[in-house]
């Protein structure tokens, strides 16, 4: 293979025939991409393919190294001088204003990053996740009874997102007339590589459809923001308009940013996992049945499984910042890195019978909420919380539902299902 430093000569690294760039890849199932992603593990698990096919990618851009294994995304993730967020953390070269209004801090490098995740982290510790439990059980409660309410019918609609959606946007201070929106702008913002959502929303442009998600997010942040600033209230909002970075206030651009990805981050990921695990208790009854016997035993070790199958969050993109060697390839400075945490959570080297769904597996060292380093998920704890709550109450509610065919979301970015029809069995 030709080497990226060969590249400067008017080369390229030679291709890797396994596609891992189409959209029509994305548009296929977790097990059907598994099948590359095994092989690349096995014979090539640094290989370098054409840019990704997606929102704002150039078609003539240079390519990227796709990381498969556990061990590389790990590594890549916990050397943040060497690989670097601030370049931007999706597959495309995006302007530094969009980084700035959606990716926030996941788009930052040390120092910065550090004191900026510090202020939104201190929202999202094991003692204030404790505090939210109540609230947490509370709104679970809600959803399972509205669920038997309503009977069989879209499982996304009646419960993935509801939860998630209402624990973000109560922990900001957003009043519930407004959460609904707020998360289908959310949902919209990753999805602008999906034609079926384009059409459903009567836009060709991707662009146009993420900046008016964009748009109907930072509006009624911002408005929010002005009005903490006016009359504190007890809330993550009031928390980051007081709050100050070297000894200045964030500015209306970092607070919009900040409420942005936690609109995405706190909805999309937990909602996800709940919708794929259904789909794989569907799919294990022996697990299902495993998991009642003793549901609160079970919990804590099925959750960790829960998010390891999931993997909502489908890649993560880092940029090298100087000449280095990865996997046996030499990777240049300014070469895009990304890390496909699907593929590293089923990688046999880490896992046994990674292709099944066990809860009791343990341990359980999955890349889920990323592959550790400074940019591991803060939310992590809040999400664990969740899906024990809501789990807890369908299994005990309705413990023999079953699930169909999902529909899933056209995406390289995250693991979406746009919907999924449930029946109850009562």
Known sequence: MTT??????????????????????????????????????AERPVSWHRAAEGVLEDPGAPGFWALVRHEDIATVSKSPKLFCS????????????????????????????????????????PKQVAK?????????????????????????????????????YDMMGLPEDQQDALAENADL????????????????????????????LLGPGLATADERRRNP???????LVQAEVDGESLTDAEIGAFFVLLSVAGNDTT????AHTA?????????????????????????????????????????????????????AAGDKVVMFYESGNRDTEVFTDPLSFDVTRDPNPHQGFGGGGPHFCMGNMLGRTQLREIWRRLLTAAPDFEVGEPARLTSNFVNGVKSLPITLNR
């Open 4 to 41: 990226t430093a060969d590249a400067t000569l008017g080369d390229e690294p030679d291709h890797d025939p396994v596609d891992l760039s189409s959209l029509a890849f994305w548009a296929k199932s977790t097990d059907e991409r598994e099948e590359s992603f095994a092989r690349l593990r």
């Open 86 to 125: 601030g370049q931007g953390v999706q597959f495309m070269d995006a302007p530094p204003e969009l980084l700035e209004a959606s990716q926030s801090f996941l788009a930052m490098d040390a120092p910065r990053h550090a004191k900026l995740r510090k202020l939104v982290g201190s929202a999202f510790t």
């Open 132 to 168: 939210l439990e109540d609230r947490i059980r509370e709104r679970a409660d809600a959803i399972v009874r509205d669920l038997l309410d309503h009977g069989d019918g879209d499982f996304v609609q009646l419960v993935c997102r509801r939860l998630p959606m209402a624990m973000i």
């Open 189 to 216: 913002l990753v999805s602008g590589a999906d034609a079926e959502v384009r059409a459903a929303h009567g836009v060709d442009d991707p662009l146009v459809l993420m900046g008016n998600a964009l748009a109907g």
């Open 233 to 239: 209230r007890d809330d993550l909002m009031t928390n």
């Open 271 to 274: 909602r996800n996992t709940i």
């Open 279 to 331: 789909l794989a208790l569907t799919r294990f009854p022996d697990q299902r049945r495993r998991l009642a016997e003793d549901l609160d035993g079970r919990l804590p070790t099925a959750v960790e499984e829960m998010v390891r199958w999931a993997s909502p969050v489908a890649t993560f993109r880092r940029t090298a910042t100087e000449d280095t060697e990865l996997g046996g390839q030499r990777i």
